[in-house]
């Protein structure tokens, strides 16, 4: 009999109590796995700074979504950008998708042009799709930054825990 939702799965036994047992187990074990490390553990806000849940992006990729309002020495007074960091090697570029100065008019307005970035660098290997996000990024004008992370990032935590090896794993602050 194949599983369905909602529908026992077992066949009736002498015992018959024996499958209700063995289903009740199997939920056990498959409720415990949600209790595992997941992106919405890496959602922050602090003061004017807030991370959303980061998505998996492939080929061990993450893409990391951070905001911030208020001012930022050198930075703008408000500014939406995505980072998507590469978790073997802690290697990532940021790529600024909006900023507003401290009057709140915006003067930056990238994020059509930064979704077409993503959207070419899907499936890319590594080097192919740092290469691609970099020129696309020079050549649509959209603010980027490169930079190589030390520790293990909580994305890379959340979708490629397995990719650790070498860096200090990431821990939630409390």
């Known amino acids: 009999m194949k599983w369905q939702p909602g529908k026992i799965c077992c066949r ?7 499958g209700r047992l063995t ?14 490390f997941g992106p919405q553990e890496c959602v922050t806000q602090y003061i004017h700074h807030s991370t959303l849940a980061p998505t998996d992006y492939g080929n061990g990729v993450i893409l990391d979504h951070r905001q911030h ?3 930022h020495g050198g930075d703008y007074w408000g500014a ?5 960091v ?10 600024t998708r909006t900023a507003t100065d401290h009057d709140g008019k915006q003067v930056i307005s990238k994020s059509r042009a930064v979704d077409r970035i993503l959207k070419a660098g899907q499936g890319k290997d590594h080097k192919e799709l740092f290469d691609l996000v970099e020129r696309r990024a020079k ?3 959209v603010p980027y930054q ?14 490629y825990p397995e990719l650790v090896v070498g860096k200090k794993p990431y821990e939630v602050s409390q």
Do not use: H, P
């Open 69 to 71: 309002a208020g001012y």
């Open 80 to 84: 939406s950008r995505v980072a998507l």
């Open 146 to 159: 490169s930079f190589a992370m030390k520790d293990e990032v909580c994305g890379c935590k959340a979708f």
């Open 86 to 95: 590469d978790c073997k090697t802690n290697a990532g570029i940021l790529l």
């Open 23 to 36: 289903v009740l187990s199997i939920t056990v074990l498959l409720l415990g796995g949600a209790s595992q």
């Open 139 to 141: 050549w649509n004008r």
């Open 12 to 18: 009736k036994t002498s015992g018959g109590v024996i």
